[in-house]
């Protein structure tokens, strides 16, 4: 079911969300966050401003206009930034801080990881790996993994 | 031209320089350069950033050539980040012209970047030439500014740490090292001792061979041969219970002083890290390293080291015996013995993992204990007991299907050498017996073998043992050394200033700080007078605590400096540089032991002259009289049982006892109804005459005395002056104020009926 938005969204020459609401306030910079982006990403986006604030909850994505829904899910995209990784080619040492050359969905890259408790178990079968730096690294289903990978990942569980 | 130092093309990497040195024009100089790492679709791919002195040059691998733009009125180059991704975009007045994407690693190369980005964009527009901020060192690999007496740079050298090797048993030599001559004695019983323990299968030969079979065959027994044997026999046993016991002695000895050593330098290291890493451990797995882990390599060096260095010694001299009376018959015997060796290597790999994964299933399971009973009441209030209850059930199945798993391989193992034992013994009589019908052997011989197999196989056994208590050492001495490698995130200058005195003069210079990908505070410019009390306002979450903690230095910062009477604090001792602050928090921590003690925690020489009058200061004098024991009462966890303003005022006689130049109230007042606040603030007026003050409240009134209050939002400086002025500025003081004052009106009223019980309870206590 589609129904009118009570607001108004565009992207302008610099590349950010503008967003009118019925009142006539303009706002530049608007952002997309979703609410839970890992367990239900689709369920629950909100527009914020700048500083924060929120602007409007979008229920489920579906339910807006083709054309704001592109708007949105672009924005989304282009901060979204969460590899999942594939393959594990090798890590430098079953000791942390260990660096880890991997293959994502995302390409070939490296990073390193701390210490173990930055693996954190999602469900039973998940992992989200965070790096030095917080990016998040995401292992869906490690069970699914080949061999050589889940023997390295065993190592660190 | 001072400029900042122009950067030589060829830190750039090769491929990129190789590219990119025919495409510069004469003059032109590379400033600075950032590599991306990431598309604009936000997949891994390489390219780098470039700022000469004519251009910004950016190539991606993937592209043919190299893209630039040239200095023009209203280009900008400006960054931001998200969740540890960061976009570099270039605007110029109507449009954004490009962006990338990149993974933040290196920020302030980044900065770097940009800043002489608009430098030279400047200079192209107006002709202006820039003189940098003095003619200051600065790094050479990321450009931040040094401070004369520093040569490396604090942050650089902070992010080069090398993984540690995964020889781990190894590294406890370090701890070893002072026992040396000890050990060494202990080896040498050792040896003695095991060598005793041959003699009697030894002796087992002759006394068949000259004294049983001869009597079988009809020969008269010789006495006296008999005597000689037996009482070898004897000595040798009694012997061999000397030295043994000599060696146990001797080594459980060194051993134990090893693993006291290891505990207390684990926890002296653990003490120096920085607030950061404890933010990021839990207590119940920080509290298992230190206690159970020392403890297993404790037990590790002193018996299952100690058991396998005699084995091996046995085996050895058992083999050379063995090889000497018979060497056809001793190679049968330890055919076994490379067979058994490859067992155990095979199943030493899959044991070390099973035994790491218990030891961190182990930890989980007293981290829900450690989670559960400090929020205990939370638990209880919430009836949720149950669920608590199905956690540590969760953490505990979990546990045993790991130790499921790895008892599965393990009780295997056992069973096999056992085998592997029976069969060898059976080779040997086969093969013996074989022999003897040659007569190629005695009976003697073969019974000396089978008794010195017997020792040695069971000694095979018991080696085979090594292997699981091996690997459950090194995962123990890994984790240890996890902690012990772990290097300080607020590191210790290489080449400290000593300063005798503080005067209390704080600048602030750009201060940006990052926790994680969340950027925290930026560009942070305030100065601080000797003896000025400054107030932080803002909501929660704008970065005043923060701003403390990097001023306390609990972090460093991540960018920009803080200046302490004109030194960076980076370049001062940690310890020295925090005995200059007393720190007053929202929630006074007592440890256990007297009022006195508590109170001379950061001075314990001081004398009761002082403590007392510290104690009047802070207006604790009074209550503490009270109290049944007066300063010799027992207060923090099992003690006595004091309010929270009681506890506030004994943390603020513990501030005013060091008499520190610098002081910071974070939310001192905060926890306490409006007349307990009444009488801490009269603590706190003692406290704060004459001392850099800087003060966090919650309460905007608590701030009236301050002489400059500084109102933060969102990580950054919106508003600077006192309360009058930034009252009639009517800004976002003002509305704080306004905000406040109305829901200060309800508090109290609200207050009223229960301040009355509650100070009259106090008083009973």
Known sequence: ?157 | MQQTSPLLINTIPSPWADSLSPLLLEEEKVLSWITIDLDTRLYFAEGIAIVTTQRLLVKMASDDAWQAWHYQPDVMLTQRDHAGVGYLELFDGYSRLAYWRYRLGNDLAVNRLIESFAQQRDRHLSGKVFSQDEEQARCPRCGIALSIDQDECPVCEKQTHAPPSTWTLLRLWRFAKPYKGRLLIGFLLTLCSTAATLVPPYLTMPLMDNVLIPYQNGQPIDIELVKLYLSGLLGAAILAWILGWARTYMLALVSERIGADLRTTTYEHLLNLSQEYFGGKRTGDLMARIGAETDRINLFISLHLLDFATDVIMICMTAVILVSINPWLALVTLVPLPIIAWLIHLVRDRLRIGFEKVDRIWAEVNNVLADTIPGIRVVKAFAQEKREAARFLAANQRNLQINDRVNRVWSLFTPTVTLLTEIGLLVVWVFGIWQISKDQITVGVLTAFLAYIGRFYIRLDSMSRIVSVTQKAAAGTKRIFDILDHVSSVPESINPVHLATVQGRIELRNVGFRYGTRSITRNINLEIQPGEMIGLVGHSGSGKSTLVNLICRFYDVTEGAIIVDGHDIRSLPVTEYRKHIGLVLQEPFLFYGTIAENIAYGKPDATHADIVAAARAAHAHEFILRLPHGYDSLVGERGQALSGGERQRISIARALLINPRILILDEATSSVDTTTEKDIQKALDNLVRGRTTIAIAHRLSTLREANRLVVLDRGRIVEIGNHVELMSREGYYHRLYQAQARNVDTEERGFIPVVEPHSVVGDHK
């Open chain 1, 1 to 157: 079911m589609s129904h009118v938005p009570t607001f108004e969204l565009l992207r302008n020459a610099f590349g950010r969300l503008v967003f009118n609401d019925q009142s006539g306030v303009t706002l530049e910079g608007v952002i997309p966050v979703r609410s839970f982006p890992i367990t239900d990403p689709d369920q629950g986006i909100a527009l914020v401003d700048a500083h924060g604030h929120e602007l409007v909850w979008i229920e489920r994505l579906i339910d807006l206009p083709e054309g704001y829904r592109q708007l949105i899910e672009a924005e989304l995209v282009s901060r979204e930034f969460m590899p999942e990784i594939k393959r594990l080619h090798k890590v430098s040492s079953f000791i942390t801080p260990s660096t880890w050359h991997v293959e994502t969905d995302r390409g070939d890259t490296s990073f390193s990881l701390k210490g173990e408790e930055d693996i954190r178990r999602l469900t039973n079968s998940s992992l989200m790996i965070t790096d030095s730096h917080g990016v998040h690294f995401l292992i869906r289903n490690r069970l699914a993994l080949d061999r050589h990978s889940r023997k390295l990942l065993d190592h660190f569980l």
